[in-house]
Nanobody, 123 residues
Framework: QVQLVESGGGLVQAGDSLRLSCAAS????????MGWFRQAPGKERVFVAG????????DYADSVKGRFTISRDKAKNTMYLQMNSLKPEDTAVYYC????????????????WGQGTQVTVSS
């Protein structure tokens, strides 16, 4: 079992920045990919970014490439999502999740999920 807790969401204006955190506990993360997903009201949950826990390889959705940066701190068992130049269309609940597969983008590949943190970007 892996327990995930997100934090760092909030209400910001367009152009602002936020950093989300995902604290993990439970089983070792050495064999896992960790990812960020988001879900806007009435829409499906979509992939935002992923990172391999051991090597730090990353993948980003085109919509956030160049604006968002995913990282992890092994010592703290924590993953981060630095979000810059936020846009109103980034408004969503953001979830972190873990997968035993290599940098998959499909939500079905992720077995453990956090409870989500709301990000609202006003125009």
């Amino acid at each position: 079992q892996v327990q995930l807790v997100e934090s760092g969401g909030g209400l910001v204006q367009a152009g602002d920045s936020l950093r989300l955190s995902c604290a993990a506990s439970g089983r070792t993360l050495s064999s896992y990919t960790m990812g960020w997903f988001r879900q806007a009201p009435g829409k499906e949950r979509v992939f935002v970014a992923g990172i391999t826990w051991s090597g730090g390889s990353t993948d980003y959705a085109d919509s956030v490439k160049g604006r968002f940066t995913i990282s992890r701190d092994k010592a703290k068992n924590t993953m981060y999502l630095q979000m810059n130049s936020l846009k109103p269309e980034d408004t969503a609940v953001y979830y972190c999740a873990t997968s035993s597969s290599y940098l998959k983008r499909g939500a079905s590949s992720y077995a453990y999920w956090g409870q989500g943190t709301q990000v609202t970007v006003s125009s």
